[in-house]
T-cell receptor
């Protein structure tokens, strides 16, 4: 029962470097999400993909780009990392982008930008 | 604007004691309410959710939550805590964001420690 798989689990970057966080789900879900978790702030939505072929900005999209590669995969890219992007990143999926849908989360990527 | 407040950042209880985690929300319409749990090094897992109907909702792992519209609260309870319940707990409200998408608004979380 893999569910939602994220890679890598840990990453350290220098300011200005780029990287891509990978996410894949095996539940045939239509909707996928990227959140960031910061101490004392809960989770905030970065980008989401309601269905294959669509992506949209969430609450805190600046500095990020996403690609919905196919129904299974949704990647998050940092083009030029900044210390403010130090955070724990979670990918999630749901059957559909409806209010009240249960989200299934990956185990997270801890990113440090020096 | 929609918001979720979890007043307690840290709570410590003894194993076997009862537990109540507080959650208050601000939302203009009938909310969709959730409690998620995050164990160390893991992603979030849904404990329970409320949409309508009976205001006392049962979830997994022996947890329950009660929706009180008059108090804008959705507190999580467990009658007897186990050491394995040590985790961080997030209350969330589901809403339609202004951009038209489903959005979960999370509280800042309550970290629960359990003493043997």
């Amino acid at each position: 029962n893999a569910g939602v798989t994220q890679t890598p689990k840990f990453q350290v970057l220098k300011t200005g470097q780029s990287m891509t966080l990978q996410c894949a789900q095996d539940m045939n879900h239509n909707s996928m999400y990227w959140y960031r978790q910061d101490p004392g702030m809960g989770l905030r939505l970065i980008y989401y993909s309601a269905s294959e072929g669509t992506t949209d900005k969430g609450e805190v999209p600046n500095g990020y780009n996403v690609s919905r590669l196919n129904k299974r995969e949704f990647s998050l890219r940092l083009e030029s990392a900044a210390p403010s992007q130090t955070s724990v990143y979670f990918c999630a999926s749901s059957e559909a982008d409806r209010v009240g849908e249960k989200l299934f989360f990956g185990s997270g990527t801890q990113l440090s930008v020096l | 604007a929609q918001s979720v407040t979890q007043p307690d950042i840290h709570i410590t209880v003894s194993e076997g004691a009862s537990l109540e985690l507080r959650c208050n929300y601000s939302y203009g319409a009938t909310p969709y309410l959730f409690w998620y749990v995050q164990s160390p090094g893991q992603g979030l897992q849904l404990l329970l959710k409320y949409f309508s109907g009976d205001t006392l909702v049962q979830g997994i792992k022996g947890f329950e939550a009660e929706f009180k519209r008059s108090q804008s609260s959705f507190n999580l309870r467990k009658p007897s805590v186990h050491w394995s319940d040590a985790a961080e707990y997030f209350c969330a409200v589901g809403a339609l964001f202004s951009g038209g998408y489903n959005k979960l608004i999370f509280g800042a979380g309550t970290r629960l420690a359990v003493h043997p």
